[in-house]
C-alpha cells in the first residue's frame, strides 16, 4: 500500500511517516519544495517528491498541511489525486481572550475537501499531538475517523491502530467532521487547565506542524480524538 503524506515535511506528517513506515507501509512524504521532501525524507527512511509527484498512483493521500491551506492544496492536487481515498486531518479553531472555540457555524473542512475532489474522504486523527508523534512508542489515546465509504475508513481506521494503544473508533458518516474537528477546541481548552502549553493568543493560524492540527482565528474551532482500528464504537 502506498500512502501520500501532502506537506509531510512538517512535523504532524513527519510524525505519520515515521510510525507507517515502522508498520511496513510504503510512504512518500510531499511538500511544495522537493529538495526539502527529499531531505526529511531521508531522515525518515521513505521517499520524497513533490505534492503533485507524491500523490500520483498512492492508495491513500493524507492531506497534512497547515490547515488554512488545506482546501486550496485539495483543489491544486485534485486532478491528479483522482478517485484515491484522502484523509483530511484538520481542524479550525478561534482562539479569544476567554477560551478557543470551533471557527465554523457549519459544516467542516473535510466536507468542503469531499466537494473538491473526486474519491472518498475520510476525516481524522485531529487530536494526535505531533509532538507526541514524533516519540517511541504508541500514543494512550483513541482515535476518530469518519467517513461516507466503508473501504477507506477501514483502511485509515487500520492506519490508526499503529499510532495509539487505544482504540481506532468508526464515528460514523463524514458529516460528524463537524463534530470531530469541534472537538479540539475543547482538547485544547482542557490541555490548557492541565497545565499544557497554550497553543496561541488572539487570531493564530496552525497545522500539521502544530501539536493539534488545527487552524486558529478569533472564532470557533473543530475537535478531534484518537482511536485504533477496529470496529464501530467496539471497546
Do not use: Y
Request: charged share 25%; hydrophobic share 45%; aromatic share 2%.
Amino acid at each position: 500500500m502506498k500512502v501520500a503524506i501532502v506537506g509531510g515535511t512538517g512535523a504532524f506528517g513527519r510524525g505519520l511517516a515515521a510510525r507507517w513506515r515502522e508498520a511496513g507501509v510504503e510512504i512518500t512524504i510531499g511538500s511544495r519544495d522537493a529538495a526539502r521532501a527529499q531531505e526529511r525524507a531521508a531522515v525518515l527512511g521513505v521517499s520524497g517528491a513533490t505534492n503533485e509527484e507524491a500523490v500520483r498512483d498512492a492508495d491513500l493521500v493524507v492531506l497534512a498541511v497547515q490547515s488554512s491551506a488545506a482546501i486550496d492544496t485539495a483543489r491544486d492536487l485534485a486532478p491528479v489525486i483522482g478517485a484515491a481515498p484522502v484523509l483530511c486531518v484538520a481542524s479550525e479553531l478561534r482562539f479569544e481572550k476567554h477560551g478557543v472555540f470551533p471557527a465554523r457555524d457549519a459544516g467542516s473542512i473535510a466536507e468542503d475537501v469531499a466537494a473538491i475532489v473526486a474519491g472518498p474522504v475520510v476525516s481524522g486523527f485531529q487530536a494526535l499531538p505531533a509532538a507526541q508523534l514524533a516519540q517511541s512508542g504508541l500514543l494512550d489515546e483513541d482515535v476518530l475517523v469518519c467517513g461516507d465509504d466503508a473501504d477507506s475508513k477501514q483502511l485509515v481506521l487500520e492506519l490508526g491502530q499503529h499510532l495509539v494503544s487505544g482504540r481506532a473508533i468508526d464515528a460514523g458518516p463524514l458529516p460528524n467532521a463537524r463534530a470531530l474537528e469541534g472537538m479540539t477546541a475543547v482538547i485544547v481548552h482542557v490541555t490548557r487547565r492541565r497545565g499544557g502549553r497554550p497553543r496561541g493568543r488572539g487570531r493564530r493560524r496552525a497545522g500539521a506542524e502544530d501539536r493539534l492540527q488545527v487552524r486558529g482565528t478569533r472564532g470557533p474551532a473543530r475537535g478531534r480524538r484518537s482511536v485504533r482500528p477496529c470496529a464501530r464504537g467496539r471497546r
